[in-house]
């Protein structure tokens, strides 16, 4: 293990194999690698992580190295090209496993077993080892073997059944959210069993489902439906926690675009709502709206009163006022106010690195901030097999010999 | 102090997290450390209770005990004890100095001015207890133009663009069904301590932690943030299709309400498509061999498979599908989701009984370790539920001055106000 002194992070010292391509299991060893751990990524030789050939590329132009989400999401790591479905590959793999402190792979499960670098051999050759596998549905189950999507994480999840209009088919949520969430829960697992692997001189397994990732931060839609019976529904702009719950949250199209208008709990923010915001004093006192049972059955005719003033104010506008009166709304940004934020340009938080293929990329920044050992992009997302010499020369392979494995596809 | 709230045999036995968040953010980071063996107090007022009880905005709730029945604080809380404390009155103030003293991680979600105003900062409390691993978890940031700006999770969602880019077709910009910003914060917030954690047990170094939760979910955004940077292009909404795959989308199924979700990645998958639809020849057909027909003649083929998928069961079309070698999922509410046999073999969901609620089934830790396995030792727990514990066990206050307390109301079980 690399001296503490040596490098910064919370993470300094720790070294990680990484097996992972995509998405889920790329973020957690980003967040990893970008805490000061020495990530190293083992990639196909030839084509490396499919996400290397996902968009958007760098002047929509395809190639290995142009890929701006694999950029994103591989920031601080050394990458080695390796077939270990080679005896030799399976060696080199073996030594590096050996000197790992964790290990990450997101294969089908029992692919790693099959390539003969199952449990038992991997806890043979470092007791010491933390092995986390991220799947689309967990190691075991009638489910493990089905393909996914990230739709079908959304459906089977739950999540997309009340996302969108009640009139129309359920709503696509838009992203790869799931992937991000398991790639966090692989870290929560991960970072205790290191703790433990630190105090208690032995490794263990993770394993971490993406579809129970999902599950688990819809938390309250099973629980909610144990408790009372209530199924929650899809109500298109409007949100609801499925109860009469006097929650008013809603995406509302005002002079020059769409405001977030989020009202939440408490007489209060109602209060500074209708009498400050609104300036309607009036409304206060109207029978349709004095409870909150009356402003989620009256919400038509209060959405109407609301979206009056909204298109005579711009969203800006609306988010500062309202903010300034402590309700909590918002704007809906693009991707290119976002950045163009004045509020994220004086935090720093969007950050500039330099590629050798690709120029300077701006990303974003590390999603929280240490004081005493920050996150930090120590380097950019790494050229396919670029630190081949570099890590397999720590492994005692001399120049030579790396010319011999790549001419074998070793390498 | 002889805990429930601890376990010897888990990675962060013996870590004292004192977690004075509410909602849902900060308590999710403060379960995540429970569940991992630390003893963890969440600290309530019985003048002011965690608001995610439903106690502010829920009929009904303050009468009979309704604050221990909330479907939102039960699941992000249990393995947690419960102190009440009124820190709008010195002696409030001072017994929570003294417990910070006595703990490794300190949780708060506040806007800024709030903790100002209780003499709370970093640099207070780090003089209490130099080694102390405080986070924050401000909507915006402590620093800024928008810092005392306050932020619930559609908020944040919508501050760090998701919402622009969901939504049907040429329709408005959606919310997600979940208020995603809460738990992604929380779950950023907890690898942040835990890894803070790392670094103090091998340097005797704490710190503080800032996660503002709009910078915590913006990396989520991943592709359409890179294109922007890379490319200058803002991604319109696209409803149920995918930039990717073709066709992609959410079909009806059989009965009301009932859908299919799929998605076809390669040629090898249309084909696989066009057989379990019963019409291999479609595979053929001009207006769908190749991908970019297939996308601009979407329309004919979504009724084409809708034709097929809405006569069955969406869990026969997920699985006939899924024997074709097609990614496919039943669209499934929460009743579906209690009976789903994949969560069931894998004992996702547990039981455990609570008082006021009875005996019901909660999602269950969701990183499985091997040898260290997250364990449920108790229920979320209740208000002011472990006063005495606390106070008379770790803080050595004798009866009498925890009888002062209640009689005053610093400390209690009811809900006040």
């Given at each position: 293990m690399a001296s503490v002194n040596e490098q910064t992070g919370p993470l300094a010292g720790v070294r990680v194999l990484d097996l992972t391509h995509h998405i889920a299991g790329p973020f957690c060893t980003k967040l990893l690698a970008d805490a000061g751990a020495d990530v190293v990524k083992v990639e196909r030789p030839g084509l490396g992580d499919g996400l290397r050939s996902h968009e958007p590329f760098a002047g929509d132009e395809p190639g290995v190295e142009r890929s701006g989400l694999f950029f994103h999401l591989n920031t601080s790591k050394r990458s080695v090209t390796l077939n270990f479905k080679t005896r030799e590959g399976l060696a080199m793999l073996e030594e590096?496993?050996?000197?790992?402190?964790?290990?990450?792979?997101?294969?089908?499960?029992?692919?790693?077993?099959?390539?003969?670098?199952?449990?038992?051999?991997l806890e043979a050759l470092n007791p010491r080892l933390v092995v986390a596998s991220i799947s689309n549905f967990g190691q075991d189950g009638p489910y493990r073997d089905y393909k996914a999507i990230d739709a079908v994480f959304y459906a089977l999840g739950g999540w997309m059944y009340s996302m969108g209009a009640p009139d129309k088919p359920p709503l696509y949520p838009s992203g790869s959210y799931a992937q991000y969430i398991a790639g966090l829960f692989a870290c929560l697992g991960i970072l205790p069993a290191l703790y433990w692997a630190d105090l208690a001189g032995e490794g263990q397994r993770v394993d971490v489902s993406i579809l129970e990732a999902v599950l688990s931060v819809l938390v309250y839609d099973t629980v909610e439906y144990s408790y009372s019976g209530i199924r929650r529904g899809r109500f298109g702009h409007r949100w609801s926690l499925g109860s009469v719950a006097g929650c008013t949250a809603s995406v509302q199209p005002c002079k020059d675009g769409y405001v977030g208008v989020y009202l939440g709990h408490g007489e209060e923010r109602w209060q500074l709502f209708v009498g400050a915001l609104l300036e309607r004093p009036d409304l206060l006192d109207d029978p349709r709206f004095a409870a909150p049972q009356g402003r989620v059955q009256n919400v038509d005719e209060l959405e109407a009163i609301l979206r009056e003033w909204l298109q005579e104010h711009t969203s800006e506008e609306i988010f500062h006022r309202a903010q300034e009166l402590r309700l909590l709304f918002s704007t809906i940004p693009t991707t290119r106010d976002l950045a163009e934020s004045p509020h994220w340009q004086a935090r720093g938080y969007f950050q500039e690195l330099e590629h050798p293929v690709l120029g300077r990329v701006t990303l974003p920044g590390p999603p929280f901030r240490l004081s005493a050992t920050p996150l930090e992009f120590r380097r950019p997302a790494p050229l396919l097999g670029q630190h081949n010499a570099e890590v397999y020369g720590e492994l005692g392979y001399a120049p030579e010999d790396l010319v011999r494995l790549r001419e074998l596809g070793v390498i | 102090?002889?805990?429930?709230?601890?376990?010897?045999?888990?990675?962060?036995?013996?870590?004292?997290?004192?977690?004075?968040?509410?909602?849902?953010?900060?308590?999710?980071?403060?379960?995540?450390?429970?569940?991992?063996?630390?003893?963890?107090?969440?600290?309530?007022?019985?003048?002011?209770?965690?608001?995610?009880?439903?106690?502010?905005?829920?009929?009904?709730?303050?009468?009979?005990?309704?604050?221990?029945?909330?479907?939102?604080?039960?699941?992000?809380?249990?393995?947690?004890?419960?102190?009440?404390?009124?820190?709008?009155?010195?002696?409030?103030?001072?017994?929570?100095?003294?417990?910070?003293?006595?703990?490794?991680?300190?949780?708060?979600?506040?806007?800024?001015?709030?903790?100002?105003?209780?003499?709370?900062?970093?640099?207070?409390?780090?003089?209490?207890?130099?080694?102390?691993?405080?986070?924050?978890?401000?909507?915006?940031?402590?620093?800024?133009?928008?810092?005392?700006?306050?932020?619930?999770?559609?908020?944040?969602?919508?501050?760090?663009?998701?919402?622009?880019?969901?939504?049907?077709?040429?329709?408005?910009?959606?919310?997600?069904?979940?208020?995603?910003?809460?738990?992604?914060?929380?779950?950023?917030?907890?690898?942040?301590?835990?890894?803070?954690?790392?670094?103090?047990?091998?340097?005797?170094?704490?710190?503080?932690?800032?996660?503002?939760?709009?910078?915590?979910?913006?990396?989520?955004?991943?592709?359409?943030?890179?294109?922007?940077?890379?490319?200058?292009?803002?991604?319109?909404?696209?409803?149920?299709?995918?930039?990717?795959?073709?066709?992609?989308?959410?079909?009806?199924?059989?009965?009301?309400?009932?859908?299919?979700?799929?998605?076809?990645?390669?040629?090898?998958?249309?084909?696989?498509?066009?057989?379990?639809?019963?019409?291999?020849?479609?595979?053929?057909?001009?207006?769908?061999?190749?991908?970019?027909?297939?996308?601009?003649?979407?329309?004919?083929?979504?009724?084409?498979?809708?034709?097929?998928?809405?006569?069955?069961?969406?869990?026969?079309?997920?699985?006939?599908?899924?024997?074709?070698?097609?990614?496919?999922?039943?669209?499934?509410?929460?009743?579906?989701?209690?009976?789903?046999p994949q969560l069931a073999a894998r004992e996702f969901f547990f039981e455990i009984e609570r008082r006021y609620v009875g005996r019901h089934r909660y999602p269950g830790p969701t990183a499985r370790l091997s040898r260290t396995p997250a364990q449920v030792r108790q229920p979320a727990p209740l208000l002011g539920e472990h006063n005495e514990l606390v106070l008379r066990d770790l803080l050595g206050l004798s009866e009498s001055e925890i009888e002062e307390l209640k009689r005053d109301r610093i400390i209690g079980d009811e809900l006040l106000i």
């Open positions: 590096l496993a050996r000197r790992s402190d964790v290990l990450v792979e997101n294969f089908r499960p029992g692919a790693l077993d099959r390539a003969g670098l199952g449990a038992d051999r | 102090m002889e805990s429930i709230g601890r376990s010897q045999q888990l990675p962060f036995a013996g870590i004292r997290v004192l977690d004075m968040s509410q909602g849902w953010a900060g308590p999710l980071c403060g379960m995540l450390l429970a569940d991992m063996g630390a003893e963890v107090i969440t600290l309530e007022a019985v003048q002011r209770v965690d608001w995610w009880r439903g106690v502010y905005h829920r009929p009904g709730t303050r009468e009979d005990h309704g604050w221990e029945k909330s479907s939102h604080f039960v699941p992000v809380n249990r393995n947690k004890l419960d102190l009440t404390l009124d820190l709008t009155r010195p002696r409030g103030r001072g017994l929570v100095k003294e417990l910070i003293r006595l703990s490794d991680v300190l949780i708060e979600n506040f806007t800024i001015r709030v903790m100002k105003n209780f003499g709370l900062e970093y640099r207070d409390v780090s003089a209490l207890k130099p080694d102390l691993i405080m986070v924050s978890l401000p909507g915006f940031g402590m620093s800024g133009p928008w810092k005392d700006y306050a932020a619930y999770g559609q908020t944040t969602e919508s501050m760090a663009g998701l919402v622009a880019l969901c939504g049907y077709e040429g329709g408005s910009p959606t919310l997600q069904s979940i208020s995603y910003g809460d738990p992604v914060a929380g779950l950023n917030a907890a690898t942040a301590v835990m890894m803070a954690l790392f670094h103090r047990r091998r340097t005797g170094q704490g710190q503080h932690i800032e996660v503002a939760q709009v910078e915590a979910l913006i990396p989520h955004l991943g592709g359409p943030i890179m294109d922007w940077f890379l490319n200058r292009r803002i991604w319109p909404r696209i409803g149920n299709r995918s930039r990717w795959m073709v066709p992609h989308g959410c079909y009806p199924a059989a009965g009301h309400d009932q859908w299919v979700v799929l998605g076809v990645a390669s040629d090898a998958e249309w084909r696989a498509l066009c057989e379990a639809l019963g019409q291999p020849e479609l595979a053929e057909d001009p207006r769908f061999t190749i991908p970019s027909q297939r996308r601009r003649h979407h329309d004919a083929l979504d009724a084409i498979i809708a034709e097929w998928t809405c006569g069955l069961d969406k869990h026969e079309v997920a699985r006939r599908l899924q024997a074709a070698g097609v990614a496919a999922g039943a669209v499934q509410d929460a009743p579906d989701l209690l009976a789903d």
